[in-house]
């Protein structure tokens, strides 16, 4: 499989041949990214063929577009049958990747899909890094209306906790970011709080963004809501997003998926504008996108204007975001429950319910 292998390795994948085969056959992979391996000119029919096969890691299950054509989702299976979802949202200036670091995920944050479904498996780094090779090769054949035809950003919050996969993540950054030259600073990396891992990535090289799913102020409700946050606690957490912006210099950024009855009271947004303050962080905040599972759900317009007033007259610097794709249900982790209807078998805690379509959804 040629993602799966390190691209330093692939002159070990073309026995036989001249040893510039592999710099021509990695820009294909990594540079310039195709389809299929007939489009790599340079190469013989023969050695095409041979490599065709091994191209992609997974197979397209699925591929929809919402929001006008801005938003496309792309559902991939594995030989093994692991989903993998990746969504490509398109912007006047940018083309934006949300990519998944797993299958499934073991954090178990109350509102989520992919948390309700449970842990299946660590991607490999190759499972990674195709998704942005895939998405990049399917947009040069067919881009996004007035958007740039490549992959300009990526973003890891897809299916899974990045930083409860660090190694591999890792790896996949270092093909992004060195061989694929995409930009340190165009990647942000989205965590639920695993604090050793934003140490670990605050000692890399690369200054990439990071993205703290913060959703409580204090650690009873946080608790509550996101599981991980009885070994990671807000104190240390808020230390070391801290430590993160003080040693990149890069703002982080505090998601808050606003949940009706749970987190939009006018104090949290007090606390959350101090804890802003002390991580110099920006404040995303997304309405819930509800998933069948529970009975949470986003706050009323008035509420959200409420809560987003009071964070600005705090002097907290925040934006309201819309999630993209939220009718195809291309929002975290709700591809692959749509995909698979009302015969997904989902997980909560150790109770396992069969999935409820959403009415007047899909
Ligand atoms: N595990 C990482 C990255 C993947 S989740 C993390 O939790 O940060 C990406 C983002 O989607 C997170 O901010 C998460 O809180 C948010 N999210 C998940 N389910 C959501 C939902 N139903 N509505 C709104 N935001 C959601
Ligand atoms: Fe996992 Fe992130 Fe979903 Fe929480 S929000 S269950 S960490 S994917």
């Known amino acids: ?12 994948l073309l026995v036989g041949e001249p040893s510039y085969r592999a710099k021509q056959l990695e820009r294909w992979l990594y540079r310039t990214p195709v389809l299929d391996t007939s489009e790599m000119t340079n190469l013989s029919t023969a050695l095409r063929e041979r490599l065709q096969p091994n191209l992609w890691p997974f197979r397209v299950v699925l591929t929809e577009t919402a929001d ?17 979802e990746s969504v490509i949202m398109g912007y006047p200036r940018r083309t934006t990747l949300c990519l998944s670091s797993q299958a499934g995920c073991a954090m178990g944050c109350t509102f989520c ?16 890094i195709a998704q942005v090779a895939y998405a990049s090769a399917i947009l040069r054949k067919e881009p996004l209306p007035d958007s740039p035809s490549r992959i300009t950003n990526v973003v890891f919050m897809g299916m899974g906790e990045p930083l409860a996969n660090y190694r591999r993540v890792r790896e996949a950054l270092r093909r992004m970011i060195d061989i694929m030259k995409i930009p340190a600073r165009a990647i942000t990396v989205s965590t639920v ?28 409700l946080r608790s509550s809501i996101v ?12 230390a070391e997003a801290r430590n993160y912006f003080e040693r ?34 920006h404040i995303n905040v997304i309405p819930l996108n509800p998933t069948p599972l529970t009975a949470q759900s986003a706050p009323s317009a008035a509420t959200i204007q409420k809560f987003m007033s009071t964070l600005q007259r705090q002097g907290a610097n925040a934006t309201l975001r819309n999630i993209r794709g939220a009718s195809i249900n291309a929002a975290c982790g709700q591809l692959r429950l749509h995909a698979e209807g009302d015969s997904g078998r989902l ?3 150790t109770a396992t319910v069969t999935a409820i379509p959403r009415k007047g959804k899909a």
């Open 1 to 12: 499989m040629l993602y799966l292998s390190p691209p330093e390795d692939l002159s070990s």
């Open 68 to 84: 006008d054509g801005a938003t496309r989702k792309l559902l991939f299976k594995t030989p093994r049958e692991t989903s993998i």
């Open 113 to 128: 899909a992919t948390g309700q479904f449970g842990f299946e498996r660590q991607l490999e780094p190759g499972e990674i």
């Open 193 to 220: 709080g695993i604090v050793p891992g934003i140490r670990k990535l605050a000692d890399e090289p690369w200054p990439v963004n990071l993205a703290i799913s913060l959703h409580a102020t204090t650690d009873e």
């Open 227 to 238: 599981p991980i946050n009885e070994r990671y606690p807000l104190h240390d957490l808020i």
């Open 248 to 281: 990149k210099g890069r703002r982080v950024t505090i998601e808050w998926a606003l949940i009706s009855g749970e987190n939009d009271q006018e104090e949290e947004a007090v606390r959350l504008a101090v804890i802003a303050q002390r991580m110099r962080a």
């Open 347 to 349: 997980r909560t805690g």
